[in-house]
């Protein structure tokens, strides 16, 4: 794997016909910010145009593959600006028509989109120790990038309902046996693995590579599109409100959130959420 020499947030090395991309923010868990956003998504945009790659390989540095969006970041925009990371769609655009191979290798910790980018890979192989999970209802939003569809898909609706409700976390054994990961290795072998994965691919015509990927994932790009529409629309309609608020307020203290009192002094118009924001707000407080 490449070093941080130029202090990159993103590093690229080649090899053969692989083209490794490495999350480079270790003292920040890998967690993606906006200039972390718009990297990847130019990487990805010149990898898929590179007529000599085959492959590309997603990974981390340090003890984390990514922490997902980095909250503080996040918290400031919600406060100036009531949106996500505006590079945040784009990556995942990119993500969705991507056309070449990609393979994450999570080669520790995984949060929110370290964890929801899984979707769109076409191979991923983790590490013994990594674990993951998706703290959207620890922070009181929804899911992400088309995560809503692409679960299910791969992990079945428990899995993916557990997954994306409980804020719990899942080891690679765990993920294994529900088929998030593809193969599970020892650390220390992880980069090896994937890459002797990586060069078998890569040794395959790219014009065969990119047809046989499109034949398997163009059916599903609608979904997605129609998924992260609702998803971007629930977001909208949680993001700045009491419970959110109050979920990066506790973040802040590193205290527990208090979700009871929150709801009790903000109750929730179930049928307003549930008709997918067509009704009525939450009783006492105005709609954004």
């Known amino acids: 794997m490449p070093q941080d020499s130029d202090g990159s947030l993103l590093l690229v090395e080649d090899v053969g016909r692989t083209r490794t991309l490495v999350l480079n923010r270790p003292s920040s868990l890998n967690a993606f910010n906006e200039e972390l956003y718009g990297l990847t998504t130019a990487a990805l945009r010149q990898a898929a145009a590179a007529p000599d790659v085959a492959v590309v390989v997603l990974t981390g540095t340090g003890r984390a593959f990514s922490a997902g969006t980095d909250v503080i970041e996040m918290a400031t925009r919600t406060t100036e600006t009531g949106g996500p990371p505006s590079m945040f769609p784009a990556m995942i655009d990119e993500l969705t028509r991507f056309p070449k191979p990609l393979i994450c290798a999570v080669n520790g910790l995984a949060l929110g989109v370290g964890v929801t980018i899984l979707g769109f890979a076409d191979l991923v192989v983790m590490s013994e120790s990594a674990r993951l999970r998706c703290p959207f209802t620890d922070l009181a939003v929804a899911p992400e990038a088309g995560s809503s569809y692409l679960l299910p898909l791969l992990v079945g609706r428990q899995n993916a309902t557990w997954l994306l409700m409980s804020s719990e976390w899942l080891d690679a054994a765990e993920c294994l046996s529900m088929g998030l990961a593809w193969k599970v290795c020892p650390p220390e072998e992880l980069i090896t693995q994937t890459m002797a994965v990586a060069s078998l691919l890569a040794s395959k015509p790219i014009a065969s590579l990119v047809e046989t990927k499109r034949t ?46 929150v709801d009790r002094d903000h109750p929730v118009d179930v049928a307003h959420h549930a008709a997918g924001g067509s009704t009525g707000g939450a009783v006492g407080s105005p709609q954004p």
Not at 231 to 251: I, M, Q, S, T, V
């Open 216 to 261: 398997i994932t163009v059916g599903h790009r609608d979904a997605i599109h129609a998924a992260r529409a609702r998803e971007d629309e629930a977001f909208r309609r949680l993001l700045g409100r009491p419970a959110n608020l109050e979920a990066f307020a506790a973040l802040s203290a590193r205290r527990p959130p208090e979700f009871e009192r």
